[in-house]
């Protein structure tokens, strides 16, 4: 545990260059080959920042590891990064099965994200890496690593799917109330119909969300992700 000075993950670092594979993948290995795993963890999500006022640069490079004896002897531990103060890291604390505990959300594939071009790319990059282990490990460890892509395509395109559908019909209902002032004005026309198309995708979008969303409405809130997995297999 401590200050590795390394990210693990394309989101473990904001501001400044992106994370580029090759300050990871060494890091990962060597996670991988030594069987570790990060303790589950609570509070700040980046561990570090470098203090520079409005061009500040977050990341994630303090880490706690354990491997699966720890896991078996003391499973209900975890990691805790309390607020930095005038440090440049989060101080760490460990605490046990008494502190306050983050609930992690269920994993679910949202189908709005087949819908962006950059889907598939994401989906194939992923598949085609090359993991060692049988069958079902190769299979969940590529599925981890494409959810990171994912999560931070869901982040980046899909995070508002319904206030953006809502604000795209009031802006279509005002270019159409404009335009139905001055019916001939080509410019009036042209922002109508773009408007149109914008309000017709968000539209769409947040349909096939909120379709998504009705199906999923039976599972209790605090079943675990397995009950959720499950269930989808089976009626598959």
Same mark, same amino acid.
Request: proline content about 3%; charged content about 25%; hydrophobic content about 40%.
């Given at each position: ?11 473990? #670092? ?7 594979? &090759?300050?990871? /993948?060494? +890091? ?16 700040? #999500?980046?561990?570090?920042?470098? #203090? ?11 880490? /706690?590891? @354990? ?16 607020? =930095? ?15 306050? #505990?983050?609930? %992690? ?16 790319? @994401? ?6 890496? *090359?993991?060692?282990?049988?069958? @079902?490990? $190769? /299979?969940? $460890? *590529?599925? *981890?690593?494409? !959810? ?20 795209? *019909? ?6 159409? &109330?404009?335009?139905? !002032?001055?019916?001939?004005?080509? =410019?009036?026309?042209?922002? =109508?119909?773009? %408007?149109? %198309? %914008? +309000? $017709? ?17 039976? @599972? ?9 997995? +499950? ?6």
């Amino acid at each position: 545990m401590g200050n590795f000075n390394s990210v693990l993950h394309a989101d473990d #670092r904001v501001g400044g260059n992106p994370v580029s594979l &090759a300050e990871i /993948v060494e +890091f990962q290995q060597c996670i991988e080959k030594c069987e570790l795993l990060e303790l589950p963890t609570s509070g700040s #999500r980046y561990t570090w920042n470098d #203090r520079h006022g409005n061009n500040k640069i977050l990341s994630k490079i303090d880490w /706690v590891f @354990i491997n699966t004896t720890w896991l078996n002897l003391i499973p209900a531990y975890m990691a805790c990064y309390l607020e =930095e103060g005038i440090s440049d890291h989060c101080p760490l604390k460990l605490s046990n099965a008494n502190s306050p #505990r983050r609930a %992690k959300a269920a994993s679910k594939f949202c189908n709005v994200w087949a819908s962006h071009p950059n889907f598939k790319d @994401i989906v194939n990059e992923g598949w085609k890496q *090359k993991v060692e282990g049988c069958s @079902i490990f $190769k /299979v969940v $460890k *590529k599925l *981890k690593m494409m !959810k990171k892509e994912l999560r931070m395509l869901n982040r980046s395109y899909f995070s508002n799917i319904i206030e953006e559908a809502d604000a795209d *019909k009031m802006a279509l209902a005002a270019a159409q &109330a404009e335009l139905h !002032k001055n019916p001939v004005d080509v =410019e009036l026309q042209l922002v =109508e119909n773009q %408007k149109f %198309k %914008k +309000f $017709k995708r968000s539209s769409y979008l947040a349909e096939v969300y909120l379709q998504q969303r009705r199906k999923a409405t039976w @599972i209790k809130l605090g079943d675990d992700n397995n009950r959720y997995f +499950f269930s989808v297999i089976v009626s598959t």
